[in-house]
T-cell receptor, first 109, second 113 residues
């Protein structure tokens, strides 16, 4: 069965410090991995997807198939990064996204 | 271009009742997916509609049903409400069947008493 695990429900770091939000998945095929973010009083929105290999708002995520991980990283956290972050996977061509439980990131000034 | 809109924003029902939630997809999108998000959990896939046909379903009982209309708006119907149905119901639209980028609505908060 497809599963996404985000081991940290809460993560708090200081402004300017590096950030890493962990995501592990279990899936036997070739999944597509995503990070979605929800800022305060805003809708859930796509942050980035692994096949795009892009950096959005300074965040990057590398798919590690050996470790079945898709950790989200940013070298220098900013206060506006405070939000709820969800890791999600989808089978290629499948209709559904499987979400993790989410990590609430708080950036302290 | 208008985003995904959902109505109502909040709803209170009692156990055993039926409820209909509505979603208007973003302009140009022909696919609508519904997710249930319980408190403290990530969204869980209910089903997807593509061009008015159900196109994939998650692990939800048949009392969860839906419709998609020719203008690609959609309804989620839940019969025989149970207390555990209390959750935030999210609608997401996209262009095409694959989950390349979902645009979410603000959700409908359903409370079952």
């Amino acid at each position: 069965a497809q599963r996404v695990t985000q081991p940290e429900k809460l993560l708090s770091v200081f402004k300017g410090a590096p950030v890493e939000l962990k995501c592990n998945y279990s899936y036997s095929g070739s999944p597509e991995l995503f990070w979605y973010v929800q800022y305060s009083r805003q809708r859930l929105q796509l942050l980035l997807r692994h096949i795009s290999r892009e950096s959005i708002k300074g965040f990057t995520a590398d798919l590690n198939k050996g470790e079945t991980s898709f950790h989200l990283k940013k070298p220098f956290a900013q206060e506006e990064d405070s939000a709820m972050y969800y890791c999600a996977l989808s089978d290629q061509g499948a209709q559904k996204l499987v979400f993790g439980q989410g990590t609430r990131l708080t950036i302290n000034p | 271009e208008t985003g995904v809109t959902q109505s109502p924003t909040h709803l209170i029902k009692t156990r055993g009742q039926q409820v209909t939630l509505r979603c208007s997809s973003q302009s140009g999108h022909n696919t609508v997916s519904w997710y249930q998000q319980a408190l403290g959990q990530g969204p869980q896939f209910i089903f997807q509609y593509y061009r008015e046909e159900e196109n994939g379903r998650g692990n939800f009982p048949p009392r969860f049903s839906g419709l998609q209309f020719p203008n690609y708006s959609s309804e989620l119907n839940v019969n025989a409400l149970e207390l555990d149905d209390s959750a935030l119901y999210l609608c997401a639209s996209s262009s095409g069947q694959r989950n390349e980028k979902l645009f979410f609505g603000s959700g409908t908060q359903l409370s079952v008493l």
